[in-house]
């Protein structure tokens, strides 16, 4: 008995069993399983609705408690798949190509800058007054200055959340200390050059070395905020590049007075030299500098060191006129076929997102939203109210192609910067290092 | 003296007679159809996804195809090579994947043998230092990048940490200097790679008989000599294998660059593939990408062809 029982039970028979029944189970669940629906680009869950964000850290967590927030309206977890990517150029990069594969997220985020080229695109769906209006919101509820920046042939192609300028962030001992403190723990007025400088050495005094961190090690995005900062500060500042990315138009002299006034700082010692992201924070959180350039942001950071007392201002004034780098994130629709329910779905996610506009506020974001900007809650949050005033003076990147927040052109200049800083390369051959790599960019079409 | 030209002989005595019917290949004698039927899975993947994607890579690459429109595009002709022929970065991106594979193949071959001859000699708890050896190759890109850009961190990391405690003042980090950030690149690729050729060179040494190595020394050959005229040439075919397949892994190198250092500082660790990944889809030029692709593609070509010819040289001497 034992030896017959392998002729009744061939490998054959058992391979054919095998497909067939795959095949029943395939058929069976062709209806709802994962891979059906991706076979035949059917939505996975209908009900669910699809958010790409870029959102790590404090951010990423005040997010997600506003996704909690819009799940609790809309019966739990199920309703939202949110999805979050590491932000700059790969992101961008993700949303393009799943747009263009037709596996777009219902709603996305995007920076104010990069949404533009994303429209050229064709990407991004314009949204229209009626879709404001079915959720009750008009252009009256933005903030002027980052609703006209969106604004792209005369269509409506972000809706933003906020702005967010780059800021100084101080270490309240180190610069009480110095004597840059009055009477009620506000840091004094330092706009000016003079003034400055002589904050810096005061602190570089008190710190024995470093007075002020700019993170530029494996960083390409902070030196240029700081850059685009103070160089339009100076009168006559231009466009660093213009016409949609062909011509390179930046100022040289200023070009060259913001370059070497920070290469002095570093040889003056009250500069880093060389710091990365995070170590550029921890200079300033452990007292060993005073100041610390950066978005505003990472307040969340700072709030979550045990015993560092600390403050926000607006970047420094040393030039001519008062300017913040600063971009502003902003909600997106990304192309693709749309019921109207589904459309007015996005809407309302939008929508009820804005609303938690205040959980957001928190992260340090000046919000774009006038009923949580205007409100009394926010004007007393402190010290986001201290330096709330640098999004009037925001400075945006010019628009091109390749440019932007995270973009090839931020990382192509911000590097250069950072070399700069790193006294690795003068300011003219970090321009000529720039112009030749940016030659490419300048000379090509944009492919959008 | 050795195995190896016993065993290309007659192979060699089979291809000068082809005639033979026996040795015609059996995908043209009777049973053609079902081998056909066999390899048609497969042959459909690979049509699908390398043959029919290289077409596709040599057509764009004549045209301003954008990665968001669909169709080609305006026609370029030999625009985009004349582009990236004349970009100074492309030069550059090639150069540092060159730099790289000169950084990884001689210390990748030479420490796995080394290292394989060491694990080999050991008698117990030999598992131990297998395990060790290849446990990092199992682990993936990402991880490995982590951990080694947590070593290399300035200021706080595990190398700057190390050389406090010798009292050297620990610099910008390995990964901050345009001059060292492709070295720390090559160094995490060999403790990360390591393992694989190890593992070819460690199974070619339990192959050699052991016969040999016992003459040897009845003989009186020193280790030494018993490694440099027994192990050696016994693990000849091992080595042109791995050397093979190191410079291919090399020219391909893209994960490590692309999660440790993005390219930068500058450009200075851009390789070819960042580049293209850059210009296919950041850029959305999947034109010029194709282009700097096929000349990469060209590169990889003229290389294995290079090798293969000193190969046949060096083969040709020793018969």
Redesign the interface.
């Known amino acids: 008995m034992a030896i017959n029982a392998p002729a009744t039970f061939t490998r054959r028979a058992l391979l054919g069993g095998g497909v067939a029944a795959a095949g029943t189970l395939a058929l069976a669940g062709c209806a709802s399983s994962p891979l059906a629906a991706g076979l035949v680009g059917s939505p996975l869950n209908p009900e669910q609705l699809i958010f790409w964000n870029l959102f790590g850290g404090g951010d990423g967590s005040r997010m997600q408690t506003m996704e909690a927030g819009y799940e609790k309206l809309h019966g739990g977890g199920k309703s939202l798949q949110a999805t979050v990517f590491a932000w700059g150029n790969p992101y961008y990069s993700k949303l393009t190509l799943a747009t263009v594969g037709n596996k777009p997220p219902d709603v996305a985020i995007s920076h104010l800058t990069r949404a533009k080229p994303l429209y050229d695109g064709d990407i991004l769906e314009p949204i229209t007054d009626a879709d404001l209006a079915s959720v009750g919101l008009s252009a009256g509820s933005f903030n002027a200055k980052s609703w006209a920046a969106q604004k792209t042939d005369g269509r409506n192609i972000a809706i933003p959340l906020d702005t967010h300028p780059l800021v100084m962030f101080f270490n309240s001992d180190v610069c009480a200390k110095a004597g840059l403190v009055d009477a009620d723990g506000k840091l004094k007025n330092l706009d000016g050059m003079d003034a400055f400088e002589s904050a810096l050495a005061a602190v570089s005094k008190v710190t024995g070395g470093t007075a002020i961190t700019v993170a530029n090690v494996s960083e390409t995005a902070t030196p240029w905020r700081v850059f685009w900062t103070f160089y339009n500060q100076i009168k006559g500042a231009t466009p660093f590049i213009s016409d949609n990315g062909s011509t390179l138009s930046v100022n040289e002299d200023a070009y060259t007075e913001v370059t070497s006034r920070l290469q002095k700082w570093v040889k003056n010692g009250w500069l880093n030299k060389g710091l990365d992201y995070a170590g550029a924070q921890t200079q300033m959180f452990t007292g060993k500098a005073a100041f610390y350039l950066q978005g505003e942001w990472e307040i969340t950071t700072a709030q979550s060191v045990s015993g560092l007392k600390f403050g926000m201002v607006p970047a420094p004034q040393i030039y001519d006129k008062p300017a913040a780098q600063a971009d502003s994130h902003t909600f997106v629709l990304p192309r693709k076929d749309r019921t109207p329910e589904q459309r007015k779905q996005a809407m309302l996610f939008i929508k009820q997102m804005l609303d938690q506009s205040q959980t957001w506020a928190m992260g340090g974001h000046v919000p774009a939203y006038l009923p949580t900007l205007d409100s009394a809650a926010y004007k007393a949050l402190e010290p986001q109210a201290d330096y709330a005033s640098a999004a009037k003076v925001a400075v945006y990147d010019d628009p091109a192609w390749y440019g932007g927040s995270g973009s090839t052109f931020e990382a192509t200049v911000g590097a250069q910067l950072g070399l700069v800083q790193q006294l690795a390369a003068s300011p003219q051959a970090a321009l000529s290092a720039i112009k030749q790599q940016l030659q490419v960019y300048l000379n090509t079409p944009s492919p959008l | 003296m050795t195995t190896a030209p016993a065993a290309t002989r007659p192979a060699r005595a089979v291809a000068a007679t082809p005639s033979t019917p026996q040795r015609r290949s059996p995908l043209s004698r009777g049973d053609a159809r079902p081998a056909w039927l066999f390899l048609l899975p497969f042959a459909l993947f690979y049509l699908a996804f390398l043959i029919g994607p290289t077409i596709w890579m040599l057509i764009t690459s004549f045209f301003?195809t954008?990665?968001?429109?669909s169709g080609l595009?305006t026609f370029a002709g030999f625009a985009n090579y004349g582009?990236m022929l004349s970009?100074?970065?492309f030069w550059s991106s090639m150069w540092h994947t060159l730099q790289f594979t000169i950084y990884t193949t001689p210390p990748l071959v030479i420490l796995a043998f080394v290292f394989a001859i060491l694990t080999n000699r050991i008698r117990r708890g030999q598992w131990f230092f297998r395990l060790a050896f290849f446990l990092p190759y199992i682990l993936p890109s990402a991880t490995i990048s982590l951990i080694w850009v947590f070593i290399f961190?300035?200021?706080?990391g595990l190398w700057a940490a190390a050389q406090s405690a010798v009292g050297i003042t620990p610099?910008?980090?390995v990964?901050?200097?345009?001059k060292t950030a492709m070295i720390g690149i090559a160094i995490a690729t060999v403790w990360w790679t390591l393992g694989f050729n190890f593992v070819l060179y460690l199974a070619g040494l339990q192959e050699i008989p052991r016969e040999l190595y016992e003459a040897a020394a009845v003989d009186g050959a020193s280790n030494w000599a018993q490694i440099r005229y027994i192990t050696l040439p016994m693990l000849g075919r091992t080595t042109t294998l791995v050397i093979l397949l190191q410079i291919v892994a090399s020219l391909k190198i893209f994960d490590q660059v692309y999660l440790m250092?993005?390219g930068?500082?500058?450009?200075s660790t851009q390789v070819a593939l960042t580049l293209i990944a850059?210009t296919g889809?950041?850029?959305?030029?999947i034109g010029?990408a194709s282009a700097a692709s096929v000349l990469l593609f060209i590169v990889i070509i003229v290389i294995a062809i290079i090798r293969q010819l000193v190969d046949r040289a060096a083969a040709r001497k020793e018969a």
């Open positions: 301003n954008s990665t968001v429109r595009g582009e970009r100074a970065d961190t300035p200021g706080s610099g910008a980090g990964l901050a200097s345009p250092t993005s930068g500082p500058g450009i850059g889809f950041t850029d959305n030029r010029a």
